[in-house]
């Protein structure tokens, strides 16, 4: 069995457009990826051909290992429009693996370490400054099931911000808790926003509020000012979504940089390669929450993921907060109830993609976001 076919869809989803990657083989078996990287799509979809072109077809679909250290080493100007590329053919040869031989991917890979993957809800905030609508949308996604909400309370703040636009942030998340009592988690996104004294000012601003972690307090590039924050933080510290490749959390983690680490999927290069984060954390004692902004299919692979890796912690999805017709591209996967996804117990991956969904929201170019800019949660929080 060989690769015949590469193509990509583009698929304008408001902020984002999600890049779905379909290979076709020469005994007609089809497998699907993902590799959205949101605001540099067009830039992945050429990539992804290319590679196609020069190395993918032709491949026996099996050859995941070889074709990737072909990638990473060959190629070697990694970053992460060109690991987004090769995760968006990575993910696509897994679910053709798993097609192949009759069996979810999380069996190919040591089987399940859980058979439900608890979630947390982003996306759900989009209050436009009303501390009761606020409120009210956070009972909301607790009605729905959550037993974790993430958001940022900061709005468009920088490096440094004010004592005033402090105190509201701090007023932003005591509502929240205020909202869902004391049982629900409260996560909180910082964006990369802060100096590390500044972070630290704003995290130990949030201690009475008891959230389950501060994410990317600082720049994400700079590993010794996040292992600053983390050294001095009272609160735990998530990051690495912006962090590539194992390589790359090699180094975060020798810094002692992360409580928690949440490679992305996509952008880390990979399902394996994502695999091989976790298994490089588990080293250090460190758990594991996926980053996953982007679309139904890629929550599905980090579905898989969660349930074959030990030290799983929680996964992001925006399954409730997203385009109207986001369930509808990816038709039979399993929903989140009560805060958590069972397990697709169908070969590959366990969806398929319709593609008339994808022809009925085609590319959109203006699709972008500015999370420094005011009211910037309005066009992220459906």
């Known amino acids: 069995m060989k690769i015949a076919k590469v193509e990509v869809f583009l698929t304008g989803a408001v902020w984002r457009n999600f890049i779905l990657v379909k290979l076709t083989t020469d005994s007609g078996l089809i497998g699907w990826g993902e590799g959205t990287l949101g605001w540099k799509e067009s830039a992945v979809r050429e990539l992804i051909l290319d590679y196609g072109r020069r190395y993918v077809v032709g491949q026996n679909p099996f050859d995941i290992e070889d074709l990737w250290f072909k990638l990473y080493q060959v190629e070697h100007n990694v970053g992460p429009v060109m690991l987004a590329a090769m995760a968006g053919i990575e993910t696509a040869l897994w679910d053709i693996v798993g097609k192949a031989c009759s069996q979810p991917v999380y069996n190919l890979m040591g089987g399940k370490a859980r058979t439900k993957i608890k979630a947390y809800a982003n996306g759900w905030y989009g209050y436009g400054g009303d501390l009761e609508k606020l409120a009210d949308q956070a009972r909301e996604a607790v009605g729905k099931g959550y037993q974790a909400l993430k958001f940022d309370p900061f709005g468009p703040g920088g490096r440094e911000i004010s004592r005033k636009d402090l105190r509201e942030a701090c007023q932003r998340v005591e509502t929240v808790r205020k909202a869902v009592g004391e049982e629900i988690d409260i996560l909180l996104e910082f964006h990369g926003r802060f100096s590390p004294i500044m972070a630290l000012e704003a995290i130990r601003a949030m201690v009475p509020y008891a959230p389950g972690w501060c994410e990317e307090p600082v720049p994400a590039n700079n590993y010794d000012a996040m292992a600053q924050v983390v050294a001095a933080?009272?609160?735990?510290?998530?990051?690495?979504?912006?962090?590539?490749?194992?390589?790359?959390?090699?180094?975060?983690?020798?810094?002692?940089?992360?409580?928690?680490?949440?490679?992305?999927?996509?952008?880390?290069?990979g399902f394996l390669e994502t695999k091989k984060i976790a298994a490089l954390a588990e080293t250090h004692y460190v758990s594991v929450?996926?980053?996953?902004?982007?679309?139904?299919?890629?929550?599905?692979?980090?579905?898989?993921?969660?349930?074959?890796?030990?030290?799983?912690?929680?996964?992001?999805?925006f399954e409730d907060y997203d385009v109207s017709w986001r369930r509808s591209l990816t038709p039979g996967?399993?929903?989140?109830?009560?805060?958590?996804?069972?397990?697709?117990?169908?070969?590959?991956?366990?969806?398929?993609?319709?593609?008339?969904?994808?022809?009925?929201?085609p590319e959109d170019s203006n699709a972008k976001m500015n999370m420094f800019t005011l009211g910037w949660e309005e066009l992220m929080c459906r």
């Open 233 to 269: 933080s009272p609160i735990r510290i998530a990051t690495g979504e912006h962090v590539y490749s194992r390589f790359g959390f090699l180094d975060l983690l020798q810094r002692k940089a992360a409580h928690v680490v949440q490679p992305d999927i996509t952008y880390c290069g």
């Open 333 to 361: 996967a399993p929903r989140m109830v009560n805060g958590f996804y069972e397990l697709p117990t169908g070969p590959g991956w366990g969806v398929e993609v319709d593609e008339s969904v994808i022809r009925a929201h």
């Open 289 to 317: 929450a996926p980053h996953n902004c982007d679309g139904p299919l890629k929550t599905m692979i980090g579905v898989h993921l969660c349930a074959n890796i030990p030290n799983f912690l929680i996964l992001e999805t």
